[in-house]
């Protein structure tokens, strides 16, 4: 019993980091609120004709990175990363330093210690708990950002179309497939990585022929796909002024059902993650739009 429940510790850990960075980006989500640096989405539909710039977006990163990799060059992108990384950070402690800090002093260290911090444990110690680190930062900020974005409706819509589109690309062009293995073996800053043992270092970190675990027994999971149920999650909270709790934990608890189907059952590695995790968040929110807003 004790063995086998060890051997999940790569699913387990990907889903309580899931739970923290959508809780967080919540209450991100708040204190930018209550700054006034940004307003709520005044209607369900708002945002909606960002999805076709989003998906254009994406195809076209895709393109860009699995290029760059085909000609062994993909290494360049490292410093593009890293500056994004780098003020997703800066955003986010913009508001969890106003938030923590009793003094200007103390504001303004936090302020730029933090992406610098983070950014030189990336380029200096690029270890799988480093890139897990940057990845909670990313999804909680993008997952805040987008949720004040894009309205509840049109966060659903966001959802589904990043679902089929993501089976597509992992099943059909497999160009997602492509965009993993070279991320993992330029070692980008584009995954989760979960190891199931001690000592495992980014240099262990390998995909070859489609597989995501190399030498050692390790989960790797896209930043995309907590990043995605963590807005429908946070839309949700924000949609549901009357009722935030259910609205909040119903997109929660379905998006957790998603990913422990997707990574506890025997699903074909690999698999595209957000038909499976957006379908539980979208559901959850639907659940909890017909009990609280049409049925009461």
């Given at each position: ?15 309580i ?12 989500s ?12 005044t ?8 999805i076709i710039y ?14 760059l ?17 780098a ?16 003094t200007?002093?103390?504001y ?12 030189l ?8 708990y ?32 990043f ?6 690309a992992?099943y ?28 495992v270092?980014?240099?262990d970190?390998?995909m ?13 999971l ?5 990043v ?15 009722n935030?709790?259910?609205f909040?934990?119903f ?6 059902i ?29 659940i ?9």
């Amino acid at each position: 019993m004790a063995g086998a429940l060890k051997s999940k510790v790569p699913e387990v850990s990907s889903l309580i980091l899931f739970v923290i960075s959508a809780l967080f980006a919540t209450f991100l989500s708040s204190l930018i609120i209550a700054s006034g640096a940004q307003a709520p989405p005044t209607s369900g539909t708002q945002g909606a004709s960002y999805i076709i710039y989003y998906l254009v977006a994406a195809i076209a990163f895709s393109a860009v990175v699995i290029y760059l990799g085909r000609k062994r060059i993909a290494g360049i992108l490292r410093w593009v990363f890293l500056a994004i990384i780098a003020y997703i950070v800066f955003y986010v402690w913009i508001f969890i330093g106003a938030y923590i800090a009793q003094t200007y002093l103390e504001y303004y260290i936090m302020l730029f210690a933090a992406p610098a911090i983070m950014v030189l444990l990336l380029i200096f110690k690029n270890e799988w708990y480093v890139v897990d680190a940057a990845g909670f930062f990313l999804v909680a900020g993008v997952s805040a950002i987008w949720s004040l974005i894009i309205g509840v409706w049109a966060s659903v819509a966001f959802l589904v179309v990043f679902a089929i589109y993501d089976y597509i690309a992992v099943y059909r062009t497999k160009h997602m497939v492509s965009l993993a293995k070279v991320a993992v073996n330029e070692k980008l800053p584009l995954l989760f990585v979960f190891p199931g043992e001690r000592g495992v270092k980014m240099k262990d970190v390998k995909m070859a022929d489609g597989a995501d675990k190399g030498e050692h027994k390790m989960l790797l999971l896209g930043f995309g796909d907590m990043v995605f149920p963590s807005i429908m999650v946070v839309a949700s909270y924000l949609y549901g002024k009357a009722n935030p709790f259910p609205f909040l934990l119903f997109p929660l608890i379905g998006a957790i059902i998603g990913m422990g189907v997707l990574l506890f059952t025997k699903v074909a590695r690999p698999a595209p993650g957000l038909p499976l995790i957006n379908g539980g968040a979208v559901l959850g929110f639907l659940i909890a739009y017909l009990i609280f807003t049409v049925l009461l």
